[in-house]
């Protein structure tokens, strides 16, 4: 099993520029999420998923969407960039949210730019 | 809102030290997770703690969780400087299930010298 996998890497957007991070899990795991990480504040809810066709806001949603289509995909669009996107974006995706609670794992980060 | 708070937020230990980092929530909770994350890397579990009381411990690491007091701990043993990294504390704060709808503290930096 690869995981969860993020694409891309690494990223510089333009204010106003519009781009999808896309995040994908081969572990059929129904809960899937995103956060960001700023310095010095942890990490912050996103957007998650409970399951294909169902997704739900977290923390801090404005400026996010996302849809699931499949199980294993879970992408992070972002509308019109602006600079207070800048951070690292981490994907989680944890078995069954209905099962004895186990961990999130997570992909390894897409580090965004806005300029 | 639930807030979560871990304290400190900077640890600089010699090398066989002992030391404790803290993580105190503010709403009820039965879920408590910890995380280790090394620089630009992602986060890796160490530990699950879902009961009042549990306690888990993995080599020099021991994590435990008083849901009452609403307080958690991760308690080093003998530091050494492969423990280097960023801990966090996340807690799910739905109770009698889980929705992992996880909110994290911000983090505390260990620094472990020779």
């Known amino acids: 099993n690869a995981g969860v996998t993020q694409t891309p890497k690494f990223q510089v957007l333009k204010t106003g520029q519009s781009m999808t991070l896309q995040c994908a899990q081969d572990?059929?795991?129904?809960?899937m999420s995103w956060y960001r990480q700023d310095p010095g504040m942890g990490l912050r809810l996103i957007h998650y998923?409970?399951?294909?066709?169902?997704?739900d806001q977290g923390e801090v949603p404005n400026g996010y969407n996302v849809s699931r289509s499949t199980t294993e995909d879970f992408p992070l669009r972002l509308l019109s960039a602006a600079p207070s996107q800048t951070s690292v974006y981490f994907c989680?995706?944890?078995?069954?949210?209905?099962?004895?609670?186990?961990?999130?794992?997570f992909g390894p980060g897409t580090r965004l730019t806005v300029l | 809102e639930l807030k979560v708070e871990q304290n400190p937020l900077f640890l600089s230990m010699q090398e066989g030290k002992n030391y404790t980092i803290y993580c105190n929530y503010s709403?009820?909770?039965?879920?408590l997770y910890w995380y280790r994350q090394d620089p630009g890397k992602s986060l890796e579990s160490l530990f699950v703690?879902?009961?009042?009381?549990a306690v888990k411990q993995e080599g020099r690491l021991m994590a435990s969780l008083d849901t009452k007091a609403r307080l958690s701990t991760l308690h080093i043993t003998a530091a050494v400087h492969d423990l280097s990294a960023t801990y966090f504390c996340?807690?799910?704060?739905?109770?009698?299930?889980?929705?992992?709808?996880?909110?994290f503290g911000k983090g505390t930096l260990l620094t472990v010298n020779p």
């Open positions: 989680a995706s944890t078995p069954d949210v209905w099962a004895l609670p186990d961990t999130q794992y």
């Open positions: 572990m059929n795991h129904e809960y």
């Open positions: 998923s409970v399951g294909a066709g169902i997704t």
């Open positions: 709403t009820t909770s039965d879920r």
């Open positions: 703690l879902l009961s009042n009381g």
């Open positions: 996340a807690v799910d704060p739905y109770r009698g299930g889980s929705n992992y709808k996880l909110t």
